[in-house]
């Protein structure tokens, strides 16, 4: 019966260069102290209020498909030049 691979422990790590007592991470995981996405300012307008207007300009037109993209680009500009 062939035997089990040994696990790999701290001392490997320690071996191979990490510090001790780290723990090695997952390949392809990066790493970011940062946020994902722009900052956004307190007067921009949130998704819910655009979604609200773009939803009252797919309203005025009668309710014609196939331009929710454009309300929600209209929507998102005049919300945003809001005082």
Excluded at 32 to 38: E, L, M, T, V, Y
Excluded at 52 to 68: F, K, T, V
């Amino acid at each position: 019966m062939a035997k089990k691979p040994a696990r790999s422990t701290a001392n490997d790590a320690a071996a191979a260069g990490a510090p001790a007592g780290s723990k090695p991470r997952a390949r392809g995981v990066k790493v970011s102290s940062q946020a994902a996405g722009p900052a956004r300012s307190f007067d921009d307008p949130t998704d819910e209020e655009i979604r609200a207007r773009a939803y009252e300009m797919y309203l005025e037109r009668g309710g014609d498909h196939g331009l929710d993209f454009d309300d929600w680009l209209r929507a998102e500009r005049e919300l945003k030049r809001r005082p």
